[in-house]
Nanobody, 116 residues
Framework: QVQLVESGGGLVQPGGSLTLSCAAS????????MGWYRQAPGKQREQREQ??????????DYADSVKGRFTISRDNAKRMVYLQMSSLKPEDTAVYYC???????WGQGTQVTVSS
């Protein structure tokens, strides 16, 4: 059974930084495309925004809204995916979800709030 567990969310001031972590189990992790998504306040599940993707071969894609500020990475040996976030803005406030895109599984989400 695939399980994704996010951690690292919290409250941060505008301009600050935060790193999210996602621990994966029950899947052939190293081959899978993994991603981070976010669901802003008041948005429905179907409106989750794809923030960043990292493919099994290591290439990456980012939403225009986070390019230059967010970095996705993975450690296949530890079965971990990370999202380093810097220069955070209030509009980055959301629940952030880890997703095994290859298998279609979601984590439970971690709240990120950017506010002074």
């Amino acid at each position: 059974q695939v399980q994704l567990v996010e951690s690292g969310g919290g409250l941060v001031q505008p301009g600050g930084s935060l790193t999210l972590s996602c621990a994966a189990s029950g899947t052939i992790f190293s081959r899978n495309t993994m991603g981070w998504y976010r669901q802003a306040p008041g948005k429905q599940r179907e409106q989750r925004e794809q923030v960043a993707i990292i493919y099994g071969i290591g290439s990456k894609d980012y939403a225009d809204s986070v390019k230059g500020r967010f970095t996705i990475s993975r450690d296949n040996a530890k079965r971990m995916v990370y999202l380093q976030m810097s220069s955070l803005k209030p509009e980055d406030t959301a629940v952030y979800y880890c997703r095994d895109i290859s298998r279609g599984y979601w984590g439970q989400g971690t709240q990120v709030t950017v506010s002074s």
